[in-house]
């Protein structure tokens, strides 16, 4: 059974490279966020881990881990839109508990700034 989610996954990649090309972006160490305001009724997140010379076990456990990371992170009920979270180079070597501390950062209330 699925957690209890206010959110639901980002899978079509048109949708992807529209919010990609089309939103404004957060950047951290280890995240960046593509954010991109809707008209949709809920939040929809797409999860991208690139290649990065690394080997798809490695890849796969990092996309479960933010995808549990963003299963407790306390994401805003009145957040609408559409969002990517792709990982970066530094994400492969951070513990469960870094990534949860910066997934919930970055997804805390994605604003778009002055305005």
């Known amino acids: 059974m699925p957690p209890n989610r ?21 950047r951290r160490d280890s995240f960046e966020l593509a954010w991109l305001q809707g008209e949709e009724q809920t939040l929809r997140i797409a999860v991208v881990v690139p290649l990065m010379g690394k080997r798809a076990v490695d890849r796969n456990r990092l996309r479960r881990r933010i995808r549990d990371a963003i299963d407790r992170a306390a994401v805003p009920i009145d957040l609408k839109g559409d969002a990517v979270l792709r990982a970066r180079r ?3 070597d951070l513990e469960f508990q870094e990534i949860q501390i910066e997934v919930k950062q ?7 700034p002055n305005g």
């Open 90 to 92: 530094g994400a492969y």
């Open 106 to 112: 970055i997804l805390s209330r994605p604003e778009r």
């Open 6 to 26: 206010n959110f639901i996954r980002l899978h079509r990649r048109k949708d992807i490279l529209r919010v990609i090309r089309e939103g404004w972006r957060i």
